[in-house]
């Protein structure tokens, strides 16, 4: 099963890799990545009849909700900027010559990287009945209290960065209203909540070792992929106005702002 995800996975990546070929663009690889996961989430839970009825429905639409949602923020994120991402545009300097052989690498690693964050809904849609435990609906309370928690909060703060970034006046300045006023990424901190919700169904079904999820997240969010690169982007181009910021705001965790 996993093979077969990881086959469609790598088609979509690598036609995606060609229009960046094209339009040097290589932002349209976490449009990609988000996109990868819906689908791979969405057939599964059509095609699998493994899992009991009411798992199949809650991740089914659930997590296709989620990862479809986080698609279109960044699609419309990406077509709205008139130039590549920081992030890609050093890696394109960086890899001169081999620049598209390299990005190649890049996006099909990443259709691996779609398959590993796919793997805990796969998982347990691949639970049978007979394995979950009388209290299921109850861990589905739960996980679905999470994820409408998670989905509300990063939904929402993504919305206020992307308004403040369409005004002209906002320009060179920092976001420090709404939720962001009480951490300096909470769309990361509510993206890391979200990845709680499929290791509280996994106690229902037997599946532990999917606590390692949250775990794999905080540290691709706070140490690899996330936080790192966007703090120092904003300490570049905003220096000391985003420097007093990250005096009085938290960097992950909501929480009130230092006076």
């Known amino acids: 099963m996993l093979l077969n995800f990881l086959l469609l996975d790598v088609v979509i990546m690598a036609l995606c ?49 989620w990862f479809l949602r986080l698609t279109w923020h960044l ?31 890049f996006f099909m690693f990443q259709a691996g990287l779609a398959i590993l964050f796919s793997y805990p809904m796969l998982s347990l849609l691949s639970t049978t009945v007979i394995q979950w435990s009388e209290w299921t609906h109850w861990a589905l309370i739960a996980a679905a209290i999470m994820m409408l928690l ?18 002209p006046e906002h320009h060179g300045k920092t ?36 606590w390692i999820y949250p775990l794999l997240m905080w540290a691709f969010l706070y140490y690899i992929t996330g936080i790192p690169f966007s703090e120092q982007q904003a300490l570049r181009h905003r220096g000391q106005n985003y420097r007093d910021y990250q005096q009085r705001t938290s960097m992950f965790i909501p929480w009130q702002p230092k006076e």
Not at 80 to 95: Q, T, V
Request: hydrophobic fraction near 50%; charge should be positive.
């Open 17 to 65: 890799w060609l229009i960046v070929t094209y339009n040097q663009r290589a932002g349209l690889v976490d449009v990609a990545w988000s996109f990868c996961i819906a689908l791979n989430v969405m057939i599964a839970a059509f095609w699998l009849d493994t899992a009991p009825i009411s798992v199949r429905i809650f991740i089914g639409c659930a997590s296709s909700i």
């Open 175 to 210: 976001m420090d209203q709404g939720l962001w006023k009480y951490s300096r990424h909470p769309n990361y901190f509510f993206e890391w909540l979200h990845w709680f919700a499929y290791p509280i169904l996994g106690l229902a079904a037997g599946q532990y070792l999917l």
């Open 150 to 167: 998670a989905f509300i909060g990063e939904s929402t703060a993504d919305q206020q960065l992307y308004r403040f970034k369409q005004k």
């Open 75 to 105: 699609l419309r994120r990406y077509w709205h900027e008139s130039e590549e991402d920081r992030r890609y545009a050093n890696m394109r300097r960086a890899m001169g010559q081999f620049k598209h052989l390299g990005f190649l690498a």
